[in-house]
């Protein structure tokens, strides 16, 4: 394919760079009136109602057969609803900024999946270094960690006086980025399926399964009492990162190539961090700048994007 790409599709990609990183503020704002498992359900929800109609007018199709419905399962449960709740509930105890760096860690636990589900990338010493130097920085991010500044109203009935609310929340973002990294490997695995019918059925599959999930863990929220600022917040995240976000994609796949939409891996992290110091004021340590830029320069590593050639 082409390595020239048009005015188009680097605005598109722009467009998904801003879209995901202010995704992580608003989540950081909603959650102050919504508990998590509701949250993720409500977005899912409404970006689930929106892509059935934009399905039918598009003449998009839903998966079918077992095979197809397997792999929408995978993406909507796994991918899709268990990393929006996790994050979710991790953002009431760490800042926006933090759940949008961790997210960096997603091309790292791909290309940790990938050495044991993917056949045809085995192992290498590169990755191997690559993948170690990324989870150094990952350390380091957690060990910058500050103490708890829990002060939202959902947080009374989830926290616990004296104990270290922070480092789960830390273990819950990793978790969340293993989740779209099942989901970005599953996608692999499903070649055949048309990119679009796997956004619809992730979306399929994620709407009840994430209802399900917030009514055995939390009680219904009244959203007649929200703050406007949080119903705002919400439906920012059901149409703009859950649904126009998942358009764009794969648009942005159908017409350029992985490596090119792969870039979103690293700008949407740092937009995050912009974003929640411009909007909310937060700060992060000097130690997390640092373990975000070795995330990086291992992630460079193990995808072999640093390339040193002795001179002849």
Request: charged residues 10%; aromatic residues 10%; positive net charge.
């Amino acid at each position: 394919m082409n390595n020239t790409y048009s005015f188009t599709n680097w605005a598109l990609l722009f467009a998904l760079v801003i879209i995901w990183g202010a995704s992580f503020v608003a989540i950081k704002i909603a959650i102050t009136d919504i508990t998590p498992a509701w949250l993720a359900a409500s977005r899912i929800l409404l970006a689930t109602i929106l892509m059935i109609g934009f399905a039918r007018l598009t003449n998009i199709r839903a998966p079918s057969g077992r095979a197809e419905w397997g792999v929408a399962l995978v993406l909507g449960v796994i991918g899709t609803t268990l990393p929006f709740a996790l994050i979710g509930w991790a953002s009431i105890f760490v800042p926006s900024g933090i759940a949008g760096l961790m997210m960096a860690t997603n091309p790292m636990l791909v290309l940790l999946l990938a050495i044991f589900v993917l056949p045809d990338e085995p192992p290498t010493k590169t990755r191997i270094v690559g993948l170690l130097v990324g989870f150094l920085g990952v350390a380091m991010v957690i060990m910058g960690r500050a103490a708890p500044q829990v002060s939202l109203p959902i947080s009374n009935t989830l926290t616990t006086p004296g104990f270290d609310w922070t480092l789960l929340a830390y273990l819950a973002l990793l978790l969340g980025a293993l989740g779209y990294a099942i989901n970005n490997v599953a996608s692999r695995r499903a070649a055949n399926m048309p990119h679009a019918t796997r956004g619809y059925g992730a979306l399929l599959t994620a709407a009840p399964s994430a209802i399900i999930l917030a009514a055995l863990s939390e009680p219904f929220p009244d959203f007649f009492a929200m703050h406007i600022n949080t119903l705002g917040a919400i439906f920012y995240l059901g149409v703009l990162p859950t649904w126009i976000a998942t358009l764009i994609l794969y648009r942005l796949i159908a017409h350029t190539s992985a490596g090119f939409v792969a870039q979103s891996n690293y700008l949407v992290p740092a937009t995050a961090i912009l974003l929640g110091a411009w909007l909310l004021g937060e700060q992060l340590a000097p130690i997390q700048y640092l373990g975000f830029g070795i995330i990086l320069l291992g992630i460079g590593i193990a995808e072999n994007l640093l390339k040193f050639t002795p001179k002849r």
